[in-house]
């Protein structure tokens, strides 16, 4: 079973990845890809979203004769990262209390 992946959800994972350090490309989508079921297709525009709202940059390397292109998150993204914890925190702690049996199952 899986559940439906919001926007806010991946944006948030993507900047939690690059919290940790830049990642390019095809690398950023395999970690994303361990925790959420995306494609490359599906990442790519919201890598180019996060950049234009400010909350990444990017930077090429050479490697092999080619240029990586490797995200980096600003300091607007940690900003925004922060928030999206602060969320996550409080709706995990309300669907856990729905699923363990609190509130809601008062009423029958």
């Known amino acids: 079973m899986s559940f439906q992946v ?8 993507v900047l939690a990845i690059l919290i940790k350090e830049d990642a390019y490309g095809y690398v950023l989508t395999q ?14 525009p919201v890598l180019r ?7 990444l940059t990017t930077y ?7 240029n990586r ?4 998150i ?5 900003e925004k990262l922060n928030e999206y914890l602060s969320e996550w925190d409080e709706y995990k ?3 856990d209390k729905i699923l363990s049996g609190g509130a809601g199952n008062d009423q029958k």
């Open 6 to 13: 919001g926007a806010a959800l991946l944006d948030a994972c």
């Open 31 to 44: 970690n994303v890809k361990e925790i959420l079921n995306v494609s490359e297709s599906t990442l790519y």
């Open 49 to 55: 979203r996060l950049q234009k709202e400010d909350y």
């Open 60 to 66: 090429d390397m050479p490697f092999d004769g080619r």
């Open 69 to 72: 292109r490797y995200y980096q």
């Open 74 to 78: 600003t300091d607007k993204g940690r």
């Open 93 to 95: 702690k309300k669907v």
